[in-house]
Each structure stands twice: as structure tokens, then as C-alpha cells.
T-cell receptor, first 115, second 115 residues
Framework: ETGVTQTPRHLVMGMTNKKSLKCEQHLGHNAMYWYKQSAKKPLELMFVYSLEERVENNSVPSRFSPECPNSSHLFLHLHTLQPEDSALYLC??????????????FGPGTRLTVL | QKEVEQDPGPLSVPEGAIVSLNCTYSNSAFQYFMWYRQYSRKGPELLMYTYSSGNKEDGRFTAQVDKSSKYISLFIRDSQPSDSATYLCASPPLACRPGAQKLVFGQGTRLTINP
């Protein structure tokens, strides 16, 4: 266990549904990330939150909406998704010390299938 | 051009062989280089990281960076079936702010060690 949990582990949804992915970290970190991992493509950073403030969103479509209510929790709200959004969605967190590099700890991911 | 390029494989070798995994990168600003390992149905976990050029050894694993050719390598000696996983190279081109960093990933190489 990495200290980062994600629920649900698997999700199947229709294009008109609204669902949310949840991430929780128990490491005392204050930076959290959402990544998308598709087959045959590199991990794509979607959102970064530092101290609960979004610092980068990387031009992600508005059908993905992140929410970070506190430094331990991160949500990804989904609505009117497309089949090409089917992928593994990974959450990660990293530490709060001022260093050039802080290791990112990943959760197990949510396998999303959009029908 | 992708910032980090990695041959996706798959790569299959017999147990005990020396494995060489490679990436190239295009951004001269990259200073830190990471190797993440991802087992099936799990999120990536940090295996090793190196700063600037040179070698770093950790047990059976050696990470090598050649900044002159923008080439990153991971060597696995005496490979074991438990090393079977997808290996991803990554680099943080800049620090958004303390504790939060964008990571640029390669596509990942799927490695299988056959007993």
C-alpha cells in the first residue's frame, strides 16, 4: 500500500451519466495530482493541486472537473464523457518540503469504461 | 516531438539476463530523471531517480543518464520473474511550486522475465 487510496477501482458509465472519482492520501502531503493512463500512450497529467489550490490543468476538457476540498482528498467529477475517455485514472500525492524533487506516490487507479 | 520517448516493447527475456531499458528526451531543462515501475493492476511506484549525468546503483538496478545525448537507461542485473512489470521513465521539467511538480512520462516499456 502506498498510502494513496482510490475509489471506485472500476467504473462503467454511459455517456450521459454523472459520476465522481475519489482519491484520499494518508501521507500528510499537500500536493495532489490526477493522471490519465491510456493504452499505448504516456501518462498524461490532468490536474495539479498544491495547498488545495489548482496550479495547472493542462487544457483538460471541461467534462472533467476536479475538486480538492482539503489536502487529503481529491475528486474528479465526470459528466457527458466520450468513449475515448475510457482509461485508467491515477491519483498521486507528493510531499510539502521545499526540495527540487518530491517523489509522487500513486494510488492503484480507477479503471473507467465509457459506453 | 514528444518530450520523453520510450520504446513500448513488449520486451521478453529469460530469467537471469541483463535487461536494458532506454528513454530519450528533448528538453535540455530536464535535470532529474526517474524510473517508475508499474505492476499489473497497480499504480506506478518510484524505483530510482538520478540527477544530471552519471550512474546510480541500487542493488540489481542501475540508472544511467547521458545528458550530452539526452539518453536515460535502466539496467537490471540477474533479472527475476518478479521484475516483470511496465517501466516508465519520467522527468520534472520545472517545479510549479514547492511540493507540486509536473512529471513528463515516457510511454512505458512492458517487460516480462521468463522463468
Amino acid at each position: 500500500e502506498t498510502g494513496v487510496t482510490q475509489t471506485p477501482r472500476h467504473l462503467v458509465m454511459g455517456m450521459t451519466n454523472k459520476k465522481s472519482l475519489k482519491c484520499e492520501q494518508h501521507l500528510g502531503h499537500n500536493a495532489m495530482y490526477w493522471y490519465k493512463q491510456s493504452a499505448k500512450k504516456p501518462l498524461e497529467l490532468m490536474f495539479v493541486y498544491s495547498l488545495e489550490e489548482r496550479v495547472e490543468n493542462n487544457s483538460v476538457p471541461s467534462r472533467f472537473s476536479p475538486e480538492c476540498p482539503n489536502s487529503s482528498h481529491l475528486f474528479l467529477h465526470l459528466h457527458t464523457l466520450q468513449p475515448e475517455d475510457s482509461a485508467l485514472y491515477l491519483c498521486a500525492s507528493s510531499g510539502d518540503r521545499v526540495r527540487i524533487y518530491n517523489e509522487q506516490f500513486f494510488g492503484p487507479g480507477t479503471r473507467l469504461t465509457v459506453l | 516531438q514528444k518530450e520523453v520517448e520510450q520504446d513500448p516493447g513488449p520486451l521478453s527475456v529469460p530469467e537471469g539476463a541483463i535487461v536494458s531499458l532506454n528513454c530519450t528526451y528533448s528538453n535540455s531543462a530536464f535535470q532529474y530523471f526517474m524510473w517508475y515501475r508499474q505492476y499489473s493492476r497497480k499504480g506506478p511506484e518510484l524505483l530510482m531517480y538520478t540527477y544530471s549525468s552519471g550512474n546510480k546503483e541500487d542493488g540489481r538496478f542501475t540508472a544511467q543518464v547521458d545528458k550530452s545525448s539526452k539518453y536515460i537507461s535502466l539496467f537490471i542485473r540477474d533479472s527475476q520473474p518478479s521484475d516483470s512489470a511496465t517501466y516508465l521513465c519520467a522527468s520534472p521539467p520545472l517545479a510549479c511550486r514547492p511540493g507540486a511538480q509536473k512529471l513528463v512520462f515516457g510511454q512505458g516499456t512492458r517487460l516480462t522475465i521468463n522463468p
